[in-house]
């Protein structure tokens, strides 16, 4: 892929095709899903109108998704979405939803630093690619919309957890080392 500082422009043909600026070539909602999970930035516009139909294709992966069985959403959470367009809440739920899915971001990234840099079973051999899966299923879990990033400095509340982590794989290595005698 080119520069992917700036969004991959697709364009939507009258014929409702979808054409990826970059590659000159035709694209699908699937390949669209992809380069997204990738990552990347995607910006679909209309090509005779210039309507930016983005959030109309972001919907209608999601739906697809959904419709095959990859169950993301649970239905409590999509009734109350239908109920926030008819309610005063459809000003808060965006940002209730942004916040949610940075904490989980947030959360998934300290989770990944705790387990390269304070696990001490990081010094067993096959703990790379134990992580790597870990990392796999989170982005699997996340259908890749959440990139492991960097985060801000852990809470008093997240320092007692990590503390009981601690000692609790503090315990099974100990136990390991027995059952290896």
Same mark, same amino acid.
């Given at each position: 892929?080119?520069?992917?500082?700036?969004?991959?422009?697709?364009?939507?043909?009258?014929?409702?095709?979808?054409?990826?600026?970059?590659?000159?070539?035709?694209?699908? +909602?699937?390949? &669209? /899903?992809?380069?997204?999970?990738? %990552?990347?930035? =995607?910006?679909? $516009? !209309?090509?005779?109108?210039?309507?930016?139909?983005?959030?109309?294709?972001? +919907?209608?992966? &999601? /739906?697809?998704?959904?419709?095959? %069985?990859?169950? =993301?959403?649970? $239905? !409590?959470?999509?009734?109350?979405?239908?109920?926030?367009?008819?309610?005063?809440?459809?000003?808060?739920?965006?940002?209730?939803?942004?916040?949610?899915?940075?904490?989980?971001?947030?959360?998934?990234?300290?989770?990944?630093?705790?387990?390269?840099?304070?696990?001490?079973?990081?010094?067993?051999?096959?703990?790379?690619?134990?992580?790597?899966?870990?990392?796999?299923?989170?982005?699997?879990?996340?259908?890749?919309?959440?990139?492991?990033?960097?985060?801000?400095?852990?809470?008093?509340?997240?320092?007692?957890?990590?503390?009981?982590?601690?000692?609790?794989?503090?315990?099974?290595?100990?136990?390991?080392?027995?059952?290896?005698?």
């Amino acid at each position: 892929m080119a520069d992917t500082g700036k969004p991959l422009l697709i364009k939507r043909y009258a014929s409702r095709r979808l054409y990826n600026t970059e590659t000159s070539d035709y694209v699908t +909602l699937e390949d &669209i /899903a992809a380069f997204i999970r990738e %990552g990347r930035e =995607v910006q679909i $516009v !209309d090509l005779k109108s210039g309507d930016d139909l983005t959030r109309q294709y972001l +919907l209608q992966i &999601i /739906a697809e998704h959904e419709s095959r %069985g990859e169950n =993301v959403l649970p $239905v !409590d959470v999509l009734t109350d979405l239908v109920r926030s367009y008819t309610s005063q809440a459809a000003s808060v739920v965006p940002q209730f939803l942004a916040a949610s899915f940075e904490m989980l971001r947030e959360g998934q990234s300290k989770m990944m630093d705790n387990m390269t840099k304070v696990n001490p079973m990081a010094k067993l051999p096959g703990f790379d690619a134990m992580r790597a899966q870990q990392e796999a299923f989170f982005k699997a879990m996340t259908g890749g919309l959440m990139p492991m990033g960097g985060s801000s400095g852990p809470s008093r509340e997240s320092d007692d957890d990590l503390d009981d982590i601690k000692k609790q794989l503090a315990e099974l290595q100990s136990k390991l080392s027995r059952m290896g005698k």
